[in-house]
T-cell receptor, first 113, second 110 residues
Framework: DVKVTQSSRYLVKRTGEKVFLECVQDMDHENMFWYRQDPGLGLRLIYFSYDVKMKEKGDIPEGYSVSREKKERFSLILESASTNQTSMYLC????????????FGPGTRLTVL | GQNIDQPTEMTATEGAIVQINCTYQTSGFNGLFWYQQHAGEAPTFLSYNVLDGLEEKGRFSSFLSRSKGYSYLLLKELQMKDSASYLCAVPENQGGKLIFGQGTELSVKP
């Protein structure tokens, strides 16, 4: 079974703090994704990566950056957290192409105070 | 561009059948995914259709009509645990991204 894990289920941070969200997959998948999910707005893609050290902006990259130094790990960084970044953050991975199933991690519920 | 439409909410009764529709507009087509997401949890894969017709998997079936840009998810013998959000998604033409619909919140009542 594919396993995607995220570093925290719940996280509370203060405005202006630097926040790291980590995601690890154990199935040698090429693609990894970071989404945020908000009520009424659905899943929105922040960034994705199709290879080590490669990254592509998604639909809402502003205020975020990412890092993929190893194939199995994809990190989302909030350089200076703001209250409007309070959300559920979901990581996903898939084998290679867009027609390969994406497998999601359990999510991190981030609250920025 | 690509666009996906699903109803926002549906309600059904335990033991009944419910059909959740999804219409999409894409400049190319590479299949359609359905995911289930329980409240507070991650989406989980249900089905992937690339050819026209109905594919059955136990109580869940998924239908696709490429000419109509239309898919539906059919849930039979509804159970309370089927209360969840159902997400329709299509692959982007280029690159590895999925375009997700807003999701349909299904409530199953006793």
């Amino acid at each position: 079974d594919v396993k995607v894990t995220q570093s925290s289920r719940y996280l509370v941070k203060r405005t202006g703090e630097k926040v790291f969200l980590e995601c690890v997959q154990d199935m040698d998948h090429e693609n990894m994704f970071w989404y945020r999910q908000d009520p009424g707005l659905g899943l929105r893609l922040i960034y994705f990566s199709y290879d080590v050290k490669m990254k592509e902006k998604g639909d809402i990259p502003e205020g975020y950056s990412v890092s993929r130094e190893k194939k199995e790990r994809f990190s989302l960084i909030l350089e200076s957290a703001s209250t409007n970044q309070t959300s559920m953050y979901l990581c996903a991975s898939s084998l290679t192409g867009s027609t390969d199933t994406q497998y999601f991690g359990p999510g991190t519920r981030l609250t920025v105070l | 561009g690509q666009n996906i439409d699903q109803p926002t909410e549906m309600t059904a009764t335990e033991g009944a059948i419910v059909q959740i529709n999804c219409t999409y507009q894409t400049s190319g087509f590479n299949g359609l995914f359905w995911y289930q997401q329980h409240a507070g949890e991650a989406p989980t894969f249900l089905s992937y259709n690339v050819l026209d017709g109905l594919e059955e998997k136990g109580r869940f079936s998924s239908f696709l009509s490429r000419s109509k840009g239309y898919s539906y998810l059919l849930l039979k013998e509804l159970q309370m645990k089927d209360s969840a959000s159902y997400l329709c998604a299509v692959p982007e033409n280029q690159g590895g991204k999925l375009i997700f619909g807003q999701g349909t919140e299904l409530s199953v009542k006793p």
